[in-house]
């Protein structure tokens, strides 16, 4: 059982309780506006290539099988359309201007990744899934998950919703808390935001709260895209009928943009703005209005 993984983050106190490590798995149903992992978008392996940082040495031309790289006149030239995503000319390049996405694992490699810092979990921390969406590769995430399970480490995934039910059903039982996002309540506007309805995440959502799971909600904060009242209230509305654990409002960063353009791709939220702390105090006292617990991420 193999599945593609992004990259980790050890150490990490922002993916669910305690330290833990976050695995990121590669591919997405969803493709929003704000989203600061376009390397976690598509399946398939991806190659990153920094411009600046290069030399122009040769080293990818020599190494590369499918004849990507060129040096000519006009410099180093990288023609993507013939990466198959190998990954032999990233570690061939003195300069590190180019970087992987994307590497196939084992269940036992990732947990071996895992437990190197296991030391440091305590009894709340343990290991996040994350992504894209990580049941976008539904048989390894379940494999990995009741592997973790199995020799008793705490388990998260953070989740777009977006997949069919079965698959929660699947895995439920070894998640010990959901990461699960929720963009905007109106279908159409969701559709817009993010390339997707909202029907089976609101749905899905419903199937975990109802199966007494633990959930944090998170909630981009997004300005001109769902922090106008209406779909505050909305969205507030929707979780006060079903209230998870916790609510975190998380405010829409740039970061991400740089990564978009070193994987030649466009980045669809060039208009759009980080909130203002008045603006995430405001939307968060909003929200806990309708009685949610709610922490600003
Ligand atoms: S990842 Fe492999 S196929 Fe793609 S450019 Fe590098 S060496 Fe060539
Ligand atoms: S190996 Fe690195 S530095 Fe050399 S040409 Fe390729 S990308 Fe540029």
């Known amino acids: 059982m193999t599945g593609i993984v992004t990259d980790f983050k050890r150490f990490a106190v922002h993916d669910g309780d305690g330290i833990r490590t976050t695995v990121f ?67 061939v390049c003195p300069a590190r201007a180019l970087r992987l996405y994307g590497r196939e694992m084992t269940v036992e490699e990732v947990l071996a990744v895992v437990r190197e810092d296991r030391i440091f979990y305590g009894t709340t ?24 399970k199995a020799e008793g480490l705490n388990t998260a995934l953070d989740t777009c919703g977006d997949v069919p039910k079965p698959l929660f059903e699947a895995i439920a039982a070894d998640v010990d808390c959901f990461l699960y996002d929720i963009k905007h309540m109106d279908r159409e506007r969701h559709r817009a935001l993010t390339g ?16 007494g799971c633990r959930i944090e909600v998170r909630i981009p904060l997004v300005p001109g895209c769902n922090d106008d009242p209406t779909a505050l209230n909305g969205i507030a509305a929707f979780l006060a009928s079903a209230p998870p654990e916790r609510v975190k409002l998380l405010p829409y960063h740039s970061y991400g943009q740089g990564k978009y353009e070193a994987m030649a791709l466009t980045y669809g939220g060039r208009e759009l703005v980080p909130p203002s702390a008045e603006q995430l105090l405001a939307a968060a006292d909003r929200l806990r209005r309708f009685g949610l617990n709610v922490e600003v991420g």
């Open 25 to 91: 798995l590669k591919g997405c149903p969803l493709r929003c506006l704000w989203c600061h992992n376009p390397e976690s978008l598509v399946r398939q392996p991806q190659i990153a290539y920094l411009q600046e940082r290069c030399i122009s040495c040769g080293a990818c031309a020599g190494e590369c099988p499918n004849g990507a790289h060129d040096i000519g006149a006009k410099g180093h030239l990288f023609d993507r359309t013939h990466c198959t995503g190998c990954g032999a000319c990233v570690s």
């Open 196 to 211: 997707r309805p909202n029907d089976r995440i609101l749905d899905n959502y419903r199937y975990l709260v109802a199966r």
């Open 125 to 148: 921390g343990g290991m996040t899934l994350s992504g894209g969406e990580p049941m976008a590769q539904p048989e390894f995430t379940a494999a990995l998950l009741a592997a973790a």
